[in-house]
């Protein structure tokens, strides 16, 4: 795709699984893992990707489960089936991925899903990560204990996408695509104006298929499930976030409306939170490329 001229893509070897990812940057630069959500790919990042490539080695993976990356066939039983798509086997992917590629220490900006992986990788390894940003998201244990009749018809999709397979499954395998563009041009997003045909069009190719589908249900069943009970150790344990934390927001989404999000992360973090509202709905960094590349570029290379 042209616009990621000057990456390489490929697959790559990263434990159980076969990442697709986009590689790129100035590689004498400090390492940048960017991290897409549902219902996207890697591609989400492309407009800040370019503008970001002169500061940052960069590395643009898709999820397991999603995209072009390995998607973890039906397991034993549903229970082990969760467990595949958990955001502790989610960040072990990527931590994988960066050793691979010769990063031992690195920076993480994550969106929506992405950032539920980044979050679990900042507590999980937290001498991997060098710097944090999460985009759009306060911790999952917050969202399930925290949801009210708001939070639940906002999010109605938290609670449909964990009923048992394959009711979600076959509701959305019936017009796939009719989903997927009500997704996206829903949270706060005002339509798929931000979205390029050719960007819709990649995520039509991955989204609209049964094994994906299955994929980004058993993710959010896994976070109703097992990144609950991580989530609740992690807490017991005391183990916050080590780094410095970057927290951003769409105005127009509901995160801001039902969330302190601040308060929230700086609770759950050890070292400097900072962060804003950003003029955008849930997408953010394909509502607002050039501010979403400013305030990472501003954040992760700050003394």
């Known amino acids: 795709m042209g616009w990621f001229q000057g990456f390489e893509a490929g697959l790559h ?5 076969e990442l697709f990812a986009r590689t790129g940057g100035n590689p004498k630069k400090p ?40 998607k973890p066939g039906p397991a034993a039983s549903p229970e082990a089936d969760h467990a595949l798509h958990s955001k502790r086997a989610m960040a072990a992917d990527m931590v994988a ?3 691979g590629l010769g990063h031992r220490r690195f920076f993480v900006a994550g969106h929506d899903r992405g950032a539920r992986v980044a979050h679990r990788l900042a507590l999980d390894d937290g ?26 018809t906002g999010y109605y999709h938290w609670f449909f996408l964990i009923q048992p397979a394959p009711l979600p499954e076959r509701m959305i395998g019936g017009d796939a695509a009719f989903y997927l563009r009500w997704t996206l041009g829903g949270w706060g997003s005002n339509g798929l104006g931000h979205i390029e045909p050719e960007a819709l069009a990649e ?13 980004a249900c058993e993710d959010y069943r896994a976070g109703a499930s ?13 183990e916050k976030i080590r780094s410095d934390l970057l927290v951003l927001w769409g105005a127009r989404g509901l995160v801001g409306r039902l969330f302190d999000p601040l308060a929230i992360w700086g609770a759950q973090c050890s070292g400097r939170v900072s962060g804003s509202a950003m003029e955008a ?23």
């Open 31 to 70: 390492p940048l893992l960017l991290l897409h959500g549902f219902p996207q790919t890697h591609v989400m990042w492309h407009r800040v990707a370019q503008q970001l490539a002169p500061d940052f080695s960069l590395v643009i993976p898709d999820l397991r489960g999603y995209g072009d990356s390995t």
């Open 127 to 152: 001498d991997c990560v060098e710097r944090l940003a999460l985009i759009d998201i306060v911790p999952t244990l917050d969202m399930y204990e925290q949801t009210d009749m708001r939070a639940a």
């Open 13 to 17: 070897a990263a434990g159980e699984v």
């Open 203 to 215: 995520y039509e190719r991955c989204f609209c298929r049964a094994d994906a589908i299955h994929a």
């Open 226 to 238: 097992f990144d609950l009970e991580h989530d609740r150790a992690s807490r017991a344990a005391g």
């Open 97 to 99: 991925l960066m050793r």
């Open 281 to 303: 709905g849930h997408f953010i960094p394909e509502e607002l490329p050039d501010d979403t590349a400013r305030r990472l570029r501003e954040f992760f290379l700050a003394a």
